[in-house]
């Protein structure tokens, strides 16, 4: 607890010093520009309105994430979290850090205690954090490396369940077609170099440093279920005229 305490109280000394504003969104959508009512709204909504759930997306992380079934298909993804309770978490994913970033998606995130209460199909849709944590691929940017590195301890068994809405990385200004489950890598070769390479100068960061630095962490025995297009099990959303009725009336 000690520990735990130690790095809750360091989180909030350097919450004002989170990487941030240097990565641009990938598009830029269709419309006309802010009129100047819009910005004197949006000001006065921002002074008088409470927004307590946001307030609470206390952690940025950075990672990098595929389509479930089409590895070809990789973007970096700027995660905004909440820590629920000890064992769930939730995030907002953007395809960028600056103030014209796009939503992309969700993920939630469970503890290795809870995703072992899930059914079986349900763990399909999930994939496991222990690759990105170790190889130094997620990261927490702004935040100082001893930090950083208990929050990986946290997060290596942990597992997610991710959602994108809007595929800016396939050049689509706005959020055309359905949404798609996507996964982690669990392995070296498969994230592409250039896109680390990319994020390691945006922010001044060494991937192969992290990674270096974060052997200590142990490797979590990670579910059979987990990770299941690693076995040629892929679970995708698709648009459908019919209705699942036994999902939509289910209490």
């Given at each position: 607890?000690?520990r735990?305490?130690?790095?809750?109280?360091?989180?909030?000394?350097?919450?004002?010093?989170c990487?941030?504003?240097?990565s641009?969104?990938?598009?830029?959508?269709?419309?006309?520009?802010?009129?100047?009512?819009?910005?004197?709204?949006?000001?006065?909504?921002?002074?008088?309105?409470?927004?307590?759930?946001?307030?609470?997306?206390?952690?940025?992380?950075?990672?990098?994430?595929?389509?479930?079934?089409y590895?070809?298909?990789?973007?970096?993804?700027h995660?905004?979290?909440?820590?629920?309770?000890?064992?769930?978490?939730?995030?907002?994913?953007?395809?960028g850090?600056?103030?014209?970033?796009?939503?992309?998606?969700?993920?939630?995130?469970?503890?290795?205690?809870?995703?072992?209460t899930?059914?079986a199909?349900e763990?399909?849709?999930?994939?496991?954090?222990?690759?990105?944590?170790?190889?130094?691929?997620?990261?927490?940017?702004?935040?100082?490396?001893?930090?950083?590195?208990?929050?990986?301890?946290?997060?290596?068994?942990?597992?997610?369940?991710?959602?994108?809405?809007?595929?800016?990385?396939?050049d689509?200004?706005?959020?055309?077609?359905?949404?798609?489950?996507?996964?982690?890598?669990?392995?070296?070769?498969?994230?592409?170099?250039e896109?680390?390479?990319?994020r390691?100068?945006?922010?001044?960061?060494s991937?192969?440093?992290?990674r270096?630095?974060?052997?200590?962490?142990?490797?979590?025995?990670?579910?059979s279920?987990?990770?299941?297009?690693?076995?040629?099990?892929?679970?995708q959303?698709?648009?459908?005229?019919?209705?699942?009725?036994?999902?939509?009336?289910?209490?």
């Amino acid at each position: 607890m000690k520990r735990r305490a130690r790095f809750y109280l360091l989180m909030l000394i350097v919450c004002a010093a989170c990487g941030g504003e240097n990565s641009e969104s990938n598009i830029t959508a269709p419309g006309d520009k802010k009129t100047t009512e819009s910005k004197i709204l949006g000001v006065g909504a921002d002074v008088l309105q409470d927004k307590t759930p946001l307030r609470k997306m206390d952690v940025y992380l950075d990672g990098f994430h595929f389509y479930n079934g089409y590895m070809e298909g990789q973007m970096e993804a700027h995660h905004y979290v909440t820590q629920i309770n000890e064992d769930l978490y939730q995030a907002i994913i953007f395809d960028g850090n600056n103030d014209d970033a796009k939503i992309m998606g969700i993920e939630y995130i469970v503890t290795e205690n809870l995703f072992k209460t899930l059914p079986a199909e349900e763990k399909k849709l999930w994939h496991s954090h222990d690759y990105e944590v170790k190889s130094g691929t997620l990261i927490a940017p702004g935040i100082p490396e001893d930090v950083e590195h208990i929050l990986m301890e946290n997060l290596v068994s942990t597992y997610g369940k991710t959602i994108h809405t809007w595929h800016t990385d396939r050049d689509k200004k706005l959020p055309y077609g359905p949404p798609l489950i996507m996964m982690g890598f669990t392995e070296d070769g498969q994230l592409r170099r250039e896109l680390i390479d990319k994020r390691d100068e945006n922010f001044g960061i060494s991937t192969a440093e992290r990674r270096e630095g974060r052997q200590d962490i142990p490797w979590p025995e990670v579910d059979s279920l987990a990770n299941a297009w690693e076995r040629g099990e892929i679970r995708q959303v698709q648009i459908t005229d019919s209705i699942p009725g036994s999902f939509i009336h289910e209490k």
